[in-house]
């Protein structure tokens, strides 16, 4: 791939990928870091992308470029706590909608695997077939383990919200009220 043709390529993905990578970091500044650090990848490696599925190629490098990102911040962090002997608490101040902080919560409580194949497939709107490419799985096991993330994120939100007092659920997840099951 010729210099001309790489910023083509690049001019054509890099607003996907900066997105995939930006839902998955803590800030738009690490985001912009991880996607430079993405296309530096693919410039070196641009005889390898193929040309029928280059945007999961790149979201399928875009991976292990912030599995290397969170590596580094990881040991940075043990080097902090070292020499600081005390981390101070992150701090927020976004304001959050009441429903929203049980979808957070109920996301973080399940496992790295099952939150980056929910995300995948709500976020960034990945089939089932380009979820398998980017995670060089066959597209059955990406079902199958979607179809489980989906039961245990649906769980999860259930025990972290349960159904209003009064009312219970039919077999179909639907809420009716008490009164209709003794009638």
Same mark, same amino acid.
């Given at each position: 791939?010729?210099?001309?043709?790489?910023?083509?390529?690049?001019?054509?993905?890099?607003?996907? $990928?900066? +997105?995939? $990578?930006?839902?998955?970091?803590?800030?738009?500044?690490?985001?912009?870091? %991880?996607? /430079?650090?993405?296309?530096?990848?693919? =410039?070196?490696?641009?005889?390898?992308?193929?040309?029928?599925?280059?945007?999961?190629?790149?979201?399928?490098? /875009?991976?292990?470029?912030?599995?290397?990102?969170? *590596?580094?911040?990881?040991? +940075?962090? +043990?080097?902090?706590?070292?020499? @600081?002997?005390?981390?101070?608490?992150?701090?927020?101040?976004?304001?959050?909608?009441?429903?929203?902080?049980?979808? =957070?919560?109920?996301?973080?409580?399940?496992?790295?695997?099952?939150?980056?194949?929910?995300l995948m497939r709500a976020w960034d709107d990945?089939?089932? @077939?380009?979820? /398998? %490419?980017?995670?060089?799985?066959?597209?059955?096991?990406?079902?199958? *383990?979607?179809?489980?993330?989906?039961? *245990?994120?649906?769980?999860?939100?259930?025990?972290?919200?349960?159904?209003?007092a009064g009312h219970v659920l039919d077999d179909? +997840?639907?809420?009716?009220?008490?009164i209709d099951d003794h009638s």
């Amino acid at each position: 791939m010729t210099e001309e043709l790489f910023r083509d390529f690049y001019a054509t993905h890099v607003a996907d $990928v900066w +997105r995939f $990578v930006r839902r998955r970091t803590a800030s738009a500044t690490e985001a912009d870091d %991880v996607c /430079a650090d993405t296309f530096a990848v693919a =410039w070196r490696r641009r005889v390898d992308i193929p040309a029928a599925t280059a945007r999961l190629w790149l979201f399928g490098v /875009a991976r292990r470029v912030l599995a290397n990102h969170r *590596r580094e911040t990881e040991r +940075r962090g +043990r080097l902090h706590l070292r020499l @600081a002997r005390y981390a101070a608490p992150p701090v927020s101040y976004e304001d959050e909608v009441p429903s929203e902080t049980a979808l =957070w919560r109920s996301l973080a409580a399940l496992s790295a695997g099952d939150r980056e194949l929910l995300l995948m497939r709500a976020w960034d709107d990945l089939d089932v @077939a380009d979820i /398998a %490419v980017v995670l060089e799985v066959s597209a059955t096991t990406v079902s199958s *383990r979607l179809y489980k993330a989906r039961r *245990r994120l649906a769980r999860e939100l259930e025990r972290r919200d349960p159904p209003a007092a009064g009312h219970v659920l039919d077999d179909d +997840r639907t809420e009716r009220s008490r009164i209709d099951d003794h009638s």
